[in-house]
């Protein structure tokens, strides 16, 4: 099983950036999809989920409006889609992967992690 982040970088405030979670060696189409972020010295928190049953979508209210959230199942890929970026976004962000769906963004500690990948966002 791995999943792969990608499409982290610098960007300055007010700008844009895509993340990839790239999925391999489980059964796509039946797992739910969340991405998660970690600040420094703050704890991880939800960030968005999609759910594997009827796409559902769910977003942290500090980024509803922003950020969304896709997935192509022919790739086994989920997007996000990061717009009018804010340095209070700056942070390791992971995707992860369960079968028992979303609960909104809650961290309930999902199967399958990603190894992440740092957004930082300059003022």
């Known amino acids: 099983v791995q999943l792969v982040e990608s499409g982290g970088g610098l960007v300055q405030a007010g700008g844009s950036l895509r993340l990839s979670c790239a999925a391999s060696?489980?059964?796509?189409?039946?797992?739910?999809i969340g991405w998660f972020r970690q600040a420094p010295g703050k704890e991880r928190e939800g960030v968005s989920c999609?759910?594997?049953?009827?796409?559902?979508?769910y977003y942290a209210d500090s980024v509803k409006g922003r950020f969304t959230l896709s997935s192509d199942n022919a790739k086994d890929t989920v997007y996000l889609q990061m717009n009018s970026l804010k340095p209070e976004d700056t942070a390791v962000y992971y995707c992860?992967?369960?079968?028992?769906?979303?609960?909104?963004?809650?961290?309930?500690?999902?199967?399958?992690w990603g190894k992440g990948t740092l957004v930082t966002v300059s003022s």
């Open positions: 999609i759910s594997s049953s009827d796409g559902s979508t």
């Open positions: 992860a992967a369960d079968d028992m769906g979303c609960v909104g963004v809650r961290d309930y500690g999902m199967e399958y």
């Open positions: 060696g489980f059964t796509f189409d039946d797992y739910a």
